[in-house]
């Protein structure tokens, strides 16, 4: 038995709560608050209690991430280091030197490079032949929706002038017809990754256990995985009979809607599957869906056209009718569905379907899940709440940065462009807000994303006051969207011992920070120390009870703030 009394600081016990001076952990699970805790600590035998002297730092339930990428961050590593090159030779130069290092491989595959290093982000196979001919290349670019190949990876896959552009996927060409080497959509990558050899699954759980570093480094103890695969089951479940899994995670099965239908009863069997192992770090209760694409290339879907003119309204990837009938087929089948949702009109197809679904199939427990919400229309704001969707947001992109400035505010015009994420007015409904990060597309450190909640500011200050101030979330309240809203995304109240809050019977999922991040400047945010993760009173960062592989080549924390591509 394991007894930890945390004191000489503030304990924030969450969202609705208050502060106490003390906290005592039995066992993993909060045994008492405040002057119980106290007193039943001063009761106890000299040397029964741990003791930890928080310094007067902040001991606050631990912070979720509701939409991430962890596998996607986690194999960063084991690649090239594109992501830190600012040009395209430095990427072509560091796969020369990947590639030399690593004779033994038979594809090089990294990412994630920065598409606005080539015009219109079209990249030549004829580049990444100068690095390597001999072997296939498929690089990532930050947006996980684009790849560049070289030739040899092009010749694999068959693809040349007479290859027809597949459903849901984009090949551009060069003027006399044959392929660029730049491949857009699922559609367009999966010529590729059809003929690339499996992942080892050996591989994958490294992939895990560095991601795991990385988010139990910045408090972070559960993670929604919002893209997955088949063969990414497998490489959760391998991890969890390993004991290898970091921390929380559960899975958010990827609904291709090319074949919905025929995949969703594997979906079934994958759930059951991961119930199956019993891990109680490890869930696959959600299907995610894409409804559009982005503002920033246009293929976000919106109610009136793009001010450019040049795409309309964008894409709809599914259309309204489709997409109802998978998310009834989805919710009918008990999963949680989380949806994609960038433009005006994509949030809304999402809400239609969400209510048609809930009007077929009854009610019951089903905690809908849109995500990103970019533009939200008036007449819909109240629609979230109504009909118990929780809006899943990513704060850090809500700051007038270069990739609003120059890509968002011309093609959204400058009215339309200030009503993006309501966070404040959408919560204000009664909706429920909860945050992520969609890393590693943007930094997975909650610390940057409530800097921009609590300030709607760049880095530099920028503008004076915030942008669109009405929409700034007090920290309060933006704590809380990363801790009990993503707890109640999770379903954490139906655990044994739920987390999300400081409370007796919970889970002692916490994160010791040097400073009460409420009387912290938001700028300053970022700075503010992280101490001590614990998941279920085990303390995560010292000592890690699961070793840090030994690295392939870079680390992944090194992200930069916002991408200029497409967000998974």
Same mark, same amino acid.
């Given at each position: ?270 759930? #059951? @599957?991961?119930?199956?192992?019993? =891990?109680?770090?490890? +869930?696959?209760? %959600?299907?995610? *869906?894409?409804? &559009?694409?982005? $503002? ?121 462009? #200030? @009503?993006?994420?309501?966070?404040? =007015?959408?919560?204000? +409904?009664?909706? %429920?807000?909860? *945050?992520?990060? &969609?890393?590693? $597309? ?127």
């Amino acid at each position: 038995m394991t007894t930890t009394f945390f004191h000489g600081g503030t304990v924030w016990t969450g969202a609705g709560g208050g502060d106490a001076r003390a906290l005592l952990v039995r066992d993993g699970v909060v045994e008492a608050v405040g002057a119980a805790a106290e007193a039943a600590a001063s009761a106890a035998p000299i040397g029964v209690i741990e003791t930890v002297d928080l310094q007067g730092g902040f001991l606050m339930p631990s912070f979720g991430d509701g939409h991430a990428h962890p596998m996607f961050g986690g194999l960063e590593a084991q690649g090239p280091d594109v992501r830190a090159c600012r040009s395209v030779d430095d990427i072509v130069a560091e796969v020369r030197r990947f590639a030399v290092a690593h004779p033994e491989l038979e594809w090089i595959t990294g990412a994630s490079y920065d598409g606005s290093l080539a015009e219109a982000g079209l990249f030549d196979a004829r580049w990444l032949d100068e690095a390597v001919r001999d072997r296939p290349v498929m690089l990532r670019a930050w947006d996980y929706h684009t790849v560049w190949v070289n030739s040899k990876a092009l010749e694999l896959a068959d693809i040349d002038a007479s290859t027809p552009d597949p459903e849901l996927g984009e090949i551009p060409r060069r003027d006399d017809g044959t392929p660029l080497g730049t491949l857009r959509e699922w559609g367009a990558v999966d010529l590729v990754t059809a003929v690339m050899p499996p992942r080892p699954v050996a591989s994958g759980v490294r992939a895990l256990q560095r991601a795991g570093r990385y988010y139990l480094e910045r408090g972070v103890t559960w993670v929604q995985d919002a893209w997955v695969e088949p063969a990414d089951v497998d490489v959760y479940l391998a991890a969890a009979a390993s004991g290898a899994l970091p921390l929380r995670f559960n899975l958010a099965l990827y609904a291709d809607p090319r074949h919905f239908a025929r995949d969703l009863p594997a979906m079934a069997m994958a759930r #059951d @599957r991961v119930v199956a192992a019993g =891990s109680p770090w490890l +869930t696959a209760n %959600t299907i995610k *869906f894409f409804a &559009d694409g982005v $503002v920033e290339n246009e293929t976000g879907a919106l109610l009136e056209p793009y001010c450019s003119g040049l795409h309309s309204h964008g894409m709809s990837v599914w259309g309204a009718e489709r997409l109802a009938e998978a998310v009834r087929a989805a919710d009918a089948a008990g999963f949680q569905v989380h949806v994609h949702a960038i433009g005006d009109a994509a949030v809304r197809q999402a809400l239609d379907a969400i209510e048609q679904a809930i009007e077929a199939n009854g009610p019951r427990d089903r905690r809908p899940v849109i995500a990103h919400a970019q533009l939200v229309d008036d007449a819909d704001l109240a629609r979230f709440a109504a009909l118990g969707v929780i809006a899943n947001m990513q704060p850090l992109w809500a700051q007038l940065d270069a990739l609003m400035t120059v890509l968002t505010v011309p093609r959204l015009g400058p009215e339309r462009a #200030d @009503r993006q994420y309501r966070m404040r =007015s959408l919560a204000g +409904t009664g909706a %429920t807000l909860a *945050f992520g990060s &969609d890393w590693p $597309v943007s930094s997975g450190d909650p610390r940057d994303g409530l800097a921009i909640a609590a300030s709607r500011r760049t880095a530099d200050g920028e503008p004076a006051g915030g942008w669109t101030p009405h929409e700034i979330v007090p920290m309060e309240a933006a704590l809380g969207a990363y801790t009990a809203a993503v707890a109640h995304q999770a379903f954490a109240d139906r655990a044994a011992a739920p987390w999300g809050r400081i409370v007796p019977g919970a889970s002692a999922d916490l994160v010791w920070l040097a400073r009460d991040p409420r009387t912290v400047e938001p700028h300053e945010l970022p700075a503010v120390e992280v101490r001590q993760t614990y998941l279920a009173g085990e303390a995560r960062l010292a000592a890690s009870a699961h070793p840090d592989p030994t690295p392939e080549t870079a680390d992944t924390s090194a992200e930069p703030e916002r991408s200029v591509a497409l967000r998974p």
